[in-house]
């Protein structure tokens, strides 16, 4: 994980408990379960969606995009406010901007699957004492 991806759950701590996982490259960032933001190449997303475009339009931060079959194609989330790094209170809003347009897209709640996950221990029957047996003579 980078420093960068390391460094968002300080940035969001007035938010609140958050999580991050490796997904398509980059990260996702999570919060109670909703996916609101997304990390690539050390650049941070923000989720949108109609009712919270006006923030981000405010401030011309244009939505993530990548490239299929030769055509771009924009996804919801948006650049995050450089301010957000800066002030904690400011990311708390941001990240309730974004959690809200998480709980808007109408996906239900998911938990990100831990990293690695071991595996539990079967019980084994333990095995008897074999006695060598004795050859007649």
């Known amino acids: 994980m980078?420093?960068?991806v390391q460094s968002l759950h300080e940035v969001f701590e007035r938010l609140?408990?958050?999580q991050t996982r490796r997904m398509f490259g980059g990260h996702g960032v999570w919060h109670e379960g909703r996916m609101i933001a997304l990390v690539a190449k050390d650049t941070l997303y923000l989720k949108s969606d109609a009712g919270s475009a006006e923030h981000f339009d405010?401030?011309?931060l244009p939505p993530f995009t990548y490239v299929r079959q030769g055509k771009e194609m924009p996804m919801s989330y948006r650049l995050a406010p450089?301010?957000?790094?800066?002030d904690r209170e400011e990311a708390a809003r941001w990240g309730r901007l974004a959690y809200e347009a998480a709980l808007r897209s109408g996906q239900p709640p998911k938990?990100?699957?831990?990293?690695s996950t071991p595996k539990p221990q079967q019980r084994r029957k333990p095995q008897r004492k074999r006695h060598p047996q004795r050859k007649p003579q």
């Open 2 to 4: 980078s420093d960068f």
């Open 16 to 18: 609140g408990r958050i």
């Open 58 to 60: 405010r401030l011309n």
């Open 82 to 86: 450089a301010d957000l790094f800066e």
């Open 111 to 115: 938990q990100p699957k831990p990293k």
